[in-house]
């Protein structure tokens, strides 16, 4: 699958929003939504009320990333408030099959996320419930980290038990112009670019080179 960007709005400014996702829609193919509720992740950002209203003004799908406890209740509202992503933590779902199959059932994309400490294997087997693997490549809470290359080999077997499924292997945190090409080599092929985007003074240009960057690594 070629690569896809997908800029985090949690780099952007929020008293801005509708403005700085107007400046990426004709480079990215998603915008994607931090949704942290400082339980699950130490920091609190935005809810389901902020996602409804981006969904009206948005020219470009919205990827949201729920870091919040108790995804089993919430995610399905993301995907019937006409989200086209919804990715849920497995360290917190406690029913994921349900979960994964209510957001697919209310049309949305179905992300799995795993966090750099936990491991992929045990998990297999739920990939032939999902639309997207997620792995964090930062500890998730906070934006501009930076990116923690012990999860590459990660990132590598993630691809290899993916295998010909039809599965998008997404990668976020610390993506930027230093680290995108080896996400790309070792098989990530959707890439979350928060501060490497809304931190250029073109960011829509950013995405653009940062897409450029990923096709010339993953056609290497």
């Given at each position: 699958m070629a690569p896809q960007i997908?800029?985090?709005?949690?780099?952007?400014?929020?008293?801005?929003?509708?403005?700085?996702v107007a400046r990426i829609s004709d480079?990215?193919?998603?915008?994607?939504?931090d949704v942290?509720?400082?339980?699950?992740?130490p920091n609190l950002t935005l809810g389901l009320p902020v996602v409804e209203a981006l969904l009206k003004t948005?020219?470009?799908?919205?990827?949201?990333?729920?870091?919040?406890?108790d995804p089993d209740r919430w995610a399905p509202q993301y995907a019937e408030a006409?989200?086209?992503?919804?990715t849920i933590h497995a360290e917190a779902a406690k029913a994921p099959i349900r979960t994964l199959r209510t957001i697919r059932a209310a049309?949305?994309?179905?992300?799995?996320?795993?966090?750099?400490?936990?491991?992929?294997?045990?998990?297999?087997?739920?990939?032939?419930?999902?639309?997207?693997?997620?792995?964090?490549?930062?500890?998730?809470?906070?934006?501009?980290?930076?990116?923690?290359?012990?999860?590459?080999?990660?990132?590598?077997?993630a691809r290899r038990l993916i295998?010909?499924?039809?599965?998008?292997?997404?990668?976020?945190?610390?993506?930027?112009?230093?680290?995108?090409?080896r996400c790309a080599e070792a098989g990530a092929d959707v890439f979350v670019a928060g501060s490497a985007v809304y931190g250029a003074d073109d960011p829509a240009e950013a995405v653009r080179k940062l897409r450029a960057q990923a096709e010339g690594a993953a056609s290497s």
């Open positions: 997908s800029p985090s709005i949690l780099s952007a400014d929020f008293a801005r929003l509708a403005d700085d480079a990215a193919d998603w915008v994607h939504v942290m509720d400082n339980h699950f992740v948005s020219a470009l799908p919205l990827d949201c990333h729920l870091m919040i406890e006409g989200a086209g992503s919804v049309g949305a994309r179905a992300g799995l996320g795993i966090n750099p400490a936990t491991p992929i294997e045990p998990y297999e087997d739920l990939l032939g419930e999902i639309d997207m693997l997620l792995l964090m490549t930062v500890e998730p809470g906070f934006g501009g980290q930076k990116f923690l290359d012990v999860v590459l080999p990660k990132v590598r077997r295998g010909d499924r039809a599965v998008w292997l997404q990668v976020d945190g610390g993506v930027s112009a230093e680290t995108i090409e």
